[in-house]
Nanobody
């Protein structure tokens, strides 16, 4: 059974940090890219960051570039999203997703998790 389980969300003040984790199972991790996207109420879904597990190449949306860092621990089948200098506009549900073909960024996904809420207070 394919599973992507996000964790690490929470409430933080503006300027603070959070680290999200995405634990993957049920598929060959090295063959997939892992994408983080977010969904805020009343806003379009936004691709935030992406990493290719095979070669480690990364992508960041302009809105998070310089503040967020994506990394992968292939031994643990886990991808992390370190989020620094958080802003109220980063408030959203963050999802991780797996894509088996193509290059970052993605708009369609093969698998995705249930999401974790990130709330940044001003």
């Amino acid at each position: 059974e394919v599973q992507l389980v996000e964790s690490g969300g929470g409430l933080v003040q503006a300027g603070g940090s959070l680290r999200l984790s995405c634990a993957a199972s049920g598929f060959t991790f090295d063959d997939y890219a892992i994408d983080w996207f977010r969904q805020a109420p009343g806003k379009e879904r936004e691709g935030v960051s992406c990493i290719s597990s095979s070669d480690g190449s990364t992508y960041y949306a302009d809105s998070v570039k310089g503040r967020f860092t994506i990394s992968s621990d292939n031994a643990k089948n886990t991808v992390y999203l370190q989020m620094n200098s958080l802003k109220p506009e980063d408030t959203a549900v963050y999802y991780c997703a797996a894509v088996g073909a193509g290059t970052c960024p993605f708009t369609e996904y093969d698998y995705w998790g249930q999401g974790t809420q990130v709330t940044v207070s001003s």
